[in-house]
């Protein structure tokens, strides 16, 4: 028996191997299960200065630089169309993610059945008052007041397979050199900064790399 869990326990280590991306020792490192092979198609969410993938599987976004996944009833984050993803707890995640209309969740939960798909997931039944009271109230949200969308980083097109950095310091050098948009959102520029310099190690809600 116990040569057979052994056996086991290698075997799922290798089918797994190829999800799990290496990081410090401090980090937590477990794939999530998403995968963007290819640049997305990204298009503007109408009236939003957030982007969808209209033919991708997933509740996939980009807003003021990052890239945004709602899975699992978690959010996720990166700087690069396919991670590494850095759980987000959901009183950090920014106002115009969470306002974005049910309509362009590609792969809705399924507590999101019966909401009007013209309007923004209520986030507040969901993760109750606490969470609301952190957050401007629906009726108080301007949309008029948007700011203007962040430009698309082209330039991680290129950049696909074998191609695509993984490592945090090689994914940041090659933002510096071809990103300059300056983030508005303070977790953004949180992500931004240079690799090791102000990150948290998951613990109090912020980033914990996936």
């Known amino acids: ?30 794939s999530v299960g998403i995968n963007v092979p290819v640049f997305p198609h990204l298009v503007l969410v109408p009236g939003y200065p957030v982007y969808y993938d209209p033919g991708i599987s997933l509740n996939y976004f980009f807003y003021d630089g990052l890239y945004w996944v709602f899975s699992g009833d978690r959010w996720y984050a990166s700087s690069w169309y ?5 759980y987000v707890e959901h009183y950090r995640v920014p106002l115009y993610v969470l306002r974005v209309p049910v309509r362009y969740y590609r792969q809705p939960p399924p ?11 209520r986030w507040d039944e969901r993760w109750g008052r606490d969470w609301e009271r952190r957050h401007i109230a629906p009726d108080q949200w301007n949309q ?6 962040a430009p698309i980083p082209g330039y991680q097109r290129q950049y696909s397979g074998d191609r695509y ?7 940041h050098s090659i933002r510096d050199e071809n ?5 508005r959102e303070p977790i953004t520029q949180e992500r931004f ?12 809600g912020r980033w914990q790399d996936r």
Request: glycine fraction near 10%.
């Open 193 to 204: 900064r240079q690799p090791g310099k102000g990150r948290d190690r998951g613990d109090g």
């Open 1 to 30: 028996m116990r040569y057979l869990l052994i056996v086991l326990s290698l075997f799922f280590g290798v089918a797994t191997s190829s999800c799990v991306s290496t990081y410090p020792p401090d980090r937590v490192s477990v």
């Open 144 to 149: 008029r007041n948007a700011p203007e969308p």
């Open 165 to 171: 950095p993984r490592e945090d310091e090689r994914q």
């Open 111 to 121: 507590y999101f059945r019966g909401w009007r798909a013209d309007a923004s997931p």
């Open 179 to 183: 990103y300059r948009y300056q983030p």
């Open 82 to 86: 396919n991670g590494p993803w850095g």
